[in-house]
């Protein structure tokens, strides 16, 4: 194996945390930088070639090939797993930018209550209304200590929206029960759809308080603090599943690239597949040395470094510190370990898919133009006399309609599903449809977790990662009324007809939810209960720092990414100032 | 090695067929009595003639020409499944395909050890003489087929080859994009 000459720091994975801690420590440090990146190059200026629905958002060409590797799933620790062929209930990236390239890029921040789930939750109902077999906890950090890096993040992002609490103060037309902000959003809301307008219309003619999405894709030309100029959104609906070709959508290789790419001391080397850290023996004071990896050419390479960051998503990031050996696997049976433990999956469902009489221009929009509403999500609603704990965000938006993948979404009358009277109410529905889609909090559980499966291997042999995941009657309860809420909004919208969602049952991998997968190296203030602190840093090796939302204890009904990037400048303002000078544990 | 092998279908049953050639100029052979007797010869890469008779006759069940519009034939959606199973997808490139294979519950998704070549080649087996009844028995025929993975692979692809970018070798002349506005 060949060794490489040291590098300072080692990030692996090159997408929005990796580029956004490659960019921070390139401009803010001397230290010598390299990003390992598994996938291959991409850049914003060639995604205008890309605009195909078979190519992209069907046979998924930006994600993870699952041929060279996949996750085992089965629903509990008696089942045995069996590998997901192809990935479908979530989708990660792959290639420089990872999956941030090819978000929809809606960024509401979590409720500052969801850090504090565990004594907020004990203080207002007692600790007996949690679930029994319930793995809830405290981040260790609280929302207050956070907004500042939230603020950060949407102005590297250039959040399109509308507060709804300044400073404490109620603002008309933002989200009412949300945490305090302390400025405005960078840039106004996005265009509305005509479909949003609907939502919004019917939500509030029933009470309730819509506002605008907080978007990543902008509503007019902005310039973040890192002169980086972007120009707004033209609506064209090819934001999921494919790069943005203007940029205004903000992406790695839109928003942090042109950064990093001028910085001396970066770089980032494409195709590198890693397979290990590599770390002295165990005990409270071992140390990582660097990583291995596959190069390009097929090569194992050894990569020596003095800081090694894991940014390689959360089920990657589980799995290659199960694989180094590095932490106590999580083992619910025994209650001991902490490596795997609280996977969740955002609770996320298209409530109400709702027919209207008048065409919507369902082929305009972006990822995140439209209306959320937050009266249902968190405890933002008294659950004393309900079966369930938390709820979650209702959403109305027009991503652009693409023909494949819509056609053929017809009222549940019509009966069937080819032939010529399906076909015939295919067209007619084609623009007529819409989808108000529920994103809800995933509590976390003893029995939901990962480990190595001990039969299916990816490319190189190495073992794959296994989740045991399955919904519990709590989010079961928590989906059946909000689905109701939802069908009562459509109505209140002038539905003619609506397809009603049938319920969680078992977690059903075929259908696509969201790729808001967490937990595995959750932080924490203890060793015993976490796999890193605060900051990200591991317990058991202080040079060694993880990103991502392998960090959630438990899983948001906000999408995750501000609240993930919030934490990697935190830990990037950490590492800048504190850790480079003095190494060791932060506290 | 084999011959090549051709889709032959005449004009006449298309409603005329749009002809590109590398001198950038495309012309329309439409389906009026001086092409009546016209065929065209399109070169297959997977399904041999008959399978590609069959594939072409139960696309075209799945969304029927008729009132309401062109359908799998105008659009070409048999072409297009050809040529989707001659590549990569066929063969399952992007799919894990190492064993052990297991049944699971339809949740854990398509657990099985074929290809999307090997279920169509053996799926159309089953629909030999398709192309041959009526509508009504070709439709009482895939109803009976309606839960195998092999119908729902037709299907999706069958969409698919409707509403693609014609690039794909389905959506003719964006006949699909045209249906749907």
């Known amino acids: 194996m060949k060794t490489l000459r040291k590098a300072d720091v080692v990030i692996v994975g090159g997408g929005w945390t990796g580029l956004l801690m490659a960019k921070e420590l390139g401009a803010r440090t001397a230290l010598s930088v390299v990003v390992l990146e598994r996938g291959v190059p991409r850049s914003t200026d060639k995604y205008a070639d890309d605009m195909d629905e078979l190519d992209y958002a069907i046979r998924l060409r930006m994600m993870q090939d699952a041929a060279q590797e996949t996750v085992t799933l089965r629903h509990d620790a008696r089942g045995r797993a069996v590998p997901l062929r192809r990935y479908a209930s979530f989708l990660p990236g792959s290639g420089v930018g990872g999956a941030g390239e090819h978000w929809n890029g809606q960024c509401p921040r979590n409720l500052p209550d969801f850090f504090e789930l565990y004594s907020r939750t004990k203080e207002k109902y007692g600790v007996n209304r949690l679930p029994e077999d319930h793995a809830v906890q405290d981040w260790g950090i609280t929302y207050d200590e956070l907004e500042p890096y939230y603020t950060r993040t949407e102005r590297l992002l250039g959040l399109s929206g509308k507060a709804g609490n300044l400073r404490g103060q109620k603002v008309e037309g933002g989200n009412p029960f949300e945490g305090w902000r302390s400025e405005e959003y960078p840039t106004p809301p996005t265009k509305l759809p005509y479909f949003s307008a609907l939502f919004r219309d019917g939500a509030k003619s029933l009470g309730y308080h819509p506002y605008p999405v907080p978007a990543a894709t902008l509503s007019q030309a902005y310039t973040n603090p890192d002169g980086i100029s972007r120009p707004p959104c033209v609506y064209c609906g090819y934001c999921e599943r494919f790069g943005c070709m203007i940029g205004a959508k903000a992406q790695p290789t839109s928003v942090l690239l042109p950064v990093i790419e001028k910085k001396k001391n970066v770089t980032i080397r494409k195709g590198a597949w890693v397979r290990r850290l590599v770390h002295d023996a165990a005990g409270s004071e071992s140390r990582v040395r660097g990583v291995t990896y596959v190069d390009a050419t097929g090569n194992e390479v050894f990569q020596p470094a003095e800081i090694v960051f894991l940014a390689s998503w959360t089920l990657n990031n589980t799995r290659l510190l199960l694989l180094s050996g590095i932490g106590e696997p999580y083992n619910p049976g025994a209650g001991k370990g902490t490596l795997g433990r609280n996977l969740t999956h955002q609770v996320s469902f298209a409530a109400a898919t709702a027919f209207f009489a008048k065409p919507l221009n369902r082929f305009m929009g972006s990822g995140a133009s439209g209306m959320l509403l937050s009266d249902f999500d968190g405890d933002n609603f008294d659950h004393s006399q309900l079966s369930f704990l938390r709820g979650g965000l209702l959403e109305a938006r027009n991503t652009g309609a693409h023909p494949i993948g819509e056609f053929g979404e017809v009222p549940h009358r019509v009966g069937s599903r080819w032939g010529s009277t399906w076909k015939k109410a295919g067209i007619e529905y084609f623009d007529r449809v819409g989808r108000i889609v529920v994103s809800g909090e995933h509590l976390a559980y003893k029995g939901n977790y990962m480990d190595l499966d001990p039969t299916y291997k990816d490319r190189c042999g190495d073992a794959l990662l296994r989740l045991t995941l399955n919904w519990r009657e709590n989010e079961r309860r928590m989906a059946e009324l909000l689905t109701e809420k939802t069908v009562e909004i459509a109505r209140a919208m002038g539905a003619t007809e609506v397809n009603t969602f049938p319920g969680l049952r078992n977690y059903d991998s075929r259908r696509y939810q969201s790729t808001h997968v967490q937990g595995g190296t959750i932080l924490g203030t203890s060793p015993e209960s976490s796999v890193v602190n605060t900051h990200g840093q591991h317990w058991q090796a202080a040079n060694l720092f993880v990103l991502g939302g392998s960090l959630f204890p438990t899983g948001g009904g906000a999408n995750p990414t501000p609240t993930i990037l919030a934490m990697t400048y935190r830990t990037a303002d950490a590492v800048a100032e504190r850790y480079v000078k003095r190494p060791g544990p932060l506290a | ?181």
């Not at chain 2, 659009?75 to 395909?97: C, E, N």
């Open chain 2, 1 to 181: 090695m084999r011959r090549r092998r051709f889709l032959t279908i005449s004009c006449t049953t298309l409603g005329g067929v749009l002809v590109y050639s590398l001198d950038r100029k495309v012309s329309l052979l439409s389906a009026n009595e001086k092409n009546k007797d016209k065929s065209l010869r399109i070169p297959l890469r997977f399904f041999d003639e008959g399978e590609a008779l069959l594939a072409a006759a139960a696309a075209s069940r799945i969304f029927p020409s008729d009132v309401s519009g062109p359908g799998a034939k105008e659009a070409g959606v048999v072409i297009y499944i050809d040529r989707q199973l001659a590549g990569p997808y066929g063969s399952d490139r992007y799919r894990y395909t190492q064993g052990p294979f297991e049944d699971a519950p339809a949740e854990f998704g398509y657990q099985g050890k074929a290809t999307p070549r090997e279920i169509y080649r053996e799926g159309l087996k089953g629909l030999t003489g398709f192309d041959q009844l009526n509508a009504e028995e070709q439709d009482a025929t895939l109803e009976r087929i309606e839960a195998s993975v092999f119908f729902s692979l037709l299907r999706q692809h069958t969409i698919e080859g409707m509403f693609c970018d014609p690039m794909h070798g389905g959506n003719a002349d964006m006949v699909g994009w045209q249906l749907i506005g």
